[in-house]
């Protein structure tokens, strides 16, 4: 179990943005995204293999060795390196709303024990205006209580004391398939009494990018 224990006055921040990335190239949206975002108390940590450039994010080195990826080990050490109150996994090569912060941020404060999932559609490029993939989860409804399997960790809020519970991310996964990671600990969470949100007021706008060859043969999704 990973140990993240904070008290509340030793945050820094409101808000600890976590940014795992392979494709560095990715990360310009994201921070252009982040400078725009209307609530300022936050941090932004990025955990790669080597340290990005022209970036103001505080670099976390994946260094870890071994495993079909490290997504999940990453992931843990983001979150033990960061000290916001509220998590917010925002991924590479995804841009968004300048309220999504200040959003997210207010759903929290309405519903401590909540994980909110924010949606939008994949674009080809950044003018975003040639959709490539739909999010279903998009709905009339502005905020909706949903199942664990809709929160997509793509950009989501989490609480810091939930990961707590949980003792964070599943590094065992990285050693048997891809995928799964988010999905494992919205599952665990579900299972202490946490809510599931999907809120459409605010939207991403991701870019469609590569993914290693074997993808889709070793994802978690078939049941490896």
Known sequence: IVNYMLTKN???????????????????????????????????????PTEPKDTWGTW????????????????????????GELIVSWQDFTYGDPTILSTLWQRYQDNKKSLVSVVGNKYIDDSFTLETW?????????????????????????????????????SDMDFKFFGMDGFNVNQRLSE???????????????????????????NGIHGL
Request: aromatic letters at 14%; one cysteine or more; glycine letters at 6%.
């Open 10 to 48: 030793m945050f820094k921040n409101k808000i600890c943005v976590l940014t795992p990335t392979i494709r560095l190239e990715g990360l310009k949206i994201v921070q252009k995204a982040l400078e725009e975002q209307d609530f300022e108390d936050f941090d932004w940590y990025i955990g790669s």
């Open 60 to 83: 976390v080195q994946d260094d870890f060795k071994g495993g079909v990826w490290t997504l999940n080990r990453i992931y843990n050490k983001l979150i033990k390196e960061s000290n």
């Open 134 to 170: 739909f999010d279903p989860r998009i709905t009339a409804f502005k905020l909706r209580e949903t199942d664990f399997q809709d929160v997509e960790w793509n950009l989501c809020s989490c609480p810091r004391v939930a990961l707590e519970e949980v003792g964070g991310f599943d």
């Open 192 to 218: 202490l009494d946490y809510k599931f949100f999907v809120d459409s007021t605010v939207r991403t706008y991701s870019l469609m990018h590569g993914r290693v060859p074997d993808w889709e043969e070793k």
